[in-house]
């Protein structure tokens, strides 16, 4: 069964970068996409970016631009390079594995706090 393990997040001060990685085990037995999403303490969860099979990406509002969704050939790893980061990105990230017919596959999360 496919798993994935986010990790790299941690305690920035405003204005700061953090790279988060997602690693994927096990046997992906289709994709559709990938994604990274977040939720703040007491808010629903997000999508922040999202990488297609295609490799098109898609960002949330105003990421783009301070937000980089990127993978490793092999569907085996990704990635999110966060710049520029603000104390409202604080909130744990999520990866996200779409497999179409055979479901979506979340991560635990990584906690990411950005202080002032």
């Known amino acids: 069964q496919v798993q994935l393990v986010e990790s790299g997040g941690g305690l920035v001060q405003a204005g700061g970068s953090l790279r988060l990685t997602c690693a994927v085990s096990?046997?992906?037995?289709?994709?559709?996409?990938m994604g990274w999403y977040r939720q703040a303490p007491g808010k629903q969860r997000e999508l922040v970016a999202r990488i297609s099979r295609d490799d098109s990406t898609y960002y949330a509002g105003s990421l783009k631009g301070r937000f980089t969704i990127s993978r490793d050939s092999g569907w085996n790893t990704m990635y999110l390079q966060m710049n520029s980061l603000k104390v409202e990105d604080t909130a744990d990230y999520f990866c996200?594995?779409?497999?179409?017919?055979?479901?979506?596959?979340w991560g635990q999360g990584t906690q990411v706090t950005v202080s002032s």
């Open positions: 096990g046997s992906i037995r289709s994709i559709n996409a």
């Open positions: 996200n594995l779409d497999q179409g017919f055979f479901g979506i596959r």
